[in-house]
């Protein structure tokens, strides 16, 4: 971080607000206010491609009520020699509301933000690029094939994680230039996002964190290797259990863990805020024989969003009326589950979801013509299979004939092999990020049912022993707080709140963050809201990892602790792998 004197803040201020939308938002303005060819190497900027023009009080945003006035503009490039094109959108917020700030939205699933409003309410400048393949209307996993066999390589850097730092820093000369600041002033920049979104995040703290002065990551989708293949694992085990329990009976286990291990952490209240004790603790063959019932009804499998698209695995089913008591097998399907995949040999391969998350990824589907529920694969891991590892232009496996663990293994390997460097997101060495000043916030839903969150806690592990090796425990945990602090939000399911646990859910971060970066405030807690149940209105600052909460009895008051065999619980080896899986 660059510091100004208030004097020179003023001054820019002064500078911004003497002109109005009107004068600003202009072709010539944004022609002027381009980087000449050769100062962002490797981009040649195309000058009469450049659209300006101004929009009044449109709304902005993913689901903001707010409205704005704002330039609308497009700039395109294309990279030295490829002859290919890239577009994107920016949108710059009339002077009088600009506080020196850009803004980077994330997208989900296999899309990048089409969305480059995103920052107006934080007074920013924000973007969206087409990567070069069209990314407003292609969701990558689209265009990732040429055809069988040939891999859209161009596309897959674009996407992993280059589309979005030539974005910013070509955005942030940009802005500069369109505001009429001086060449080195500070610009705050800023990049928020979920899910993939959280993934992109970590790609550019990863690949170009000397751009960014504050991140924003939940759930990132690290690993998309080992993590998209772990769609395929529930489906696995029922196949080669040859037990296929119907949803309802899933339900009940899932249910019925939630109910018995929410008191652990202190405080009932129907929320699991301590999924390794309910790990360290609670049984799963104690609910063999409850019974369960489920009405008819008809469900649809959006494959949690990991693509733009729904894709024919992620379809809509009819589900008959369900009456039962929950099975040996029932319970022997989530036990696998929740316990990870291992190779033949006992070889741990990857970790797994929280004991009590929900175990949509094992739901069977019904075949009406013989009454009996029949394996499911969803497409989350069925296209990642067929599109990234065998290469075949098909949008899921169509069975899972002659697949044992030790396919899913291989499927991982090849995955992690082929797509280091662009889709696995795991570079653990941060130093640019952190020499120039950079600050992270990391958070994941602990009952996320999507990516589990022993994922986000296994990369901070990676990072903290890669950056600091050789300082004590607290030394270490005190040196990486001051930069990057990593949240569990206790219940929270999937890049949102739980309908199966009540729980907190943070919904201020960027003031967080902003507080952060701009005033030095660094937080030591995360502010979360709880939005429904007995306990809706209620705040809770979460506890930073790796401290865990405990409640005082029924009290809104909790401790943050440390547990030397909660953090044992979530920190795992992956043997099945010669390499090492950060």
Known sequence: MRPHSSVAVAALAAAANAVSLTDVCTKSNVQDALPSNGTLLGIDLIPSAVTASPVYNASAGMGSTETFTYCNVTVTYTHTGKGDEVVIKYAFPKPSDFKKRFYVAGGGGFSLSSDATGGLSYGAVGGATSAGYDAFDNSYDDVVLYGNGSINWDATHMFGYQALGEMTSLGKVLTRGFYGLSTDAKVYTYYEGCSDGGREGMSQVQRWGEEYDGVIAGAPA????????????????????????????????????????????????????????????????????????????????????????????????????????????????????????????????????QIGSDLSDAAPTYNSNTSAWELNIPSTGGEYVTKFIQLLDLDNLSDLNGVTYDTLVSWMTTGMVRYMDSLQTTLP???????????????????????????????????????????????????????????LIPGAAHCGSNSLQPGPYPQVNMETMIDWVENGKKPSRLNAT?????????????????????????????????????????????????????
């Open 222 to 353: 690290f690993r998309f290797a080992q993590q998209q293949v772990h769609h395929v694992y529930p489906a696995t085990i029922e196949h080669t259990m040859d037990y296929f329990p119907p949803p309802c009976e899933l339900d009940k286990i899932v249910n019925a863990t939630i109910a018995a291990c929410d008191p652990l952490d202190g405080r009932t209240d129907g929320v699991i805020s301590r999924t390794d004790l309910c790990k360290l603790h609670f049984n799963l063959t104690s609910i063999i024989g409850e019974p369960y019932h489920c009405a008819a009804q008809t469900s649809t499998s959006l494959g949690f969003g990991f693509s733009k698209r729904q894709a024919p695995g992620s379809s809509t089913s009819y589900q008959p009326e369900q009456n039962g008591t929950v099975t040996a097998e029932g319970v022997a399907v989530a036990q696998a589950v929740y316990d990870g995949l291992h190779n033949s040999d006992g070889q741990r391969a990857y970790l797994s979801w």
């Open 429 to 487: 060495d941060l130093t640019p990020f952190l020499s120039s000043g950079g600050k992270l916030l990391h958070y994941h839903g602990e009952s996320d049912p999507s990516i589990p969150a022993a994922s986000s806690v296994h990369y901070w592990q990676s990072v903290r022993s890669v950056m600091y090796p050789h300082l004590s425990e607290q030394e270490s945990l005190d040196a990486l707080a001051d930069w990057y602090q990593f949240y």
């Open 530 to 582: 709880v939005s429904e149940g007995d306990h809706a209105g209620e705040t809770q600052m979460l506890c930073q990892w790796p401290k865990r909460p405990l409640w005082s009895g029924n009290s809104s008051a909790f401790r943050c602790v440390d547990d030397e065999k909660s953090i044992e619980s979530w920190t795992y080896e992956f043997e099945a792998f010669k390499l090492p899986v950060y």
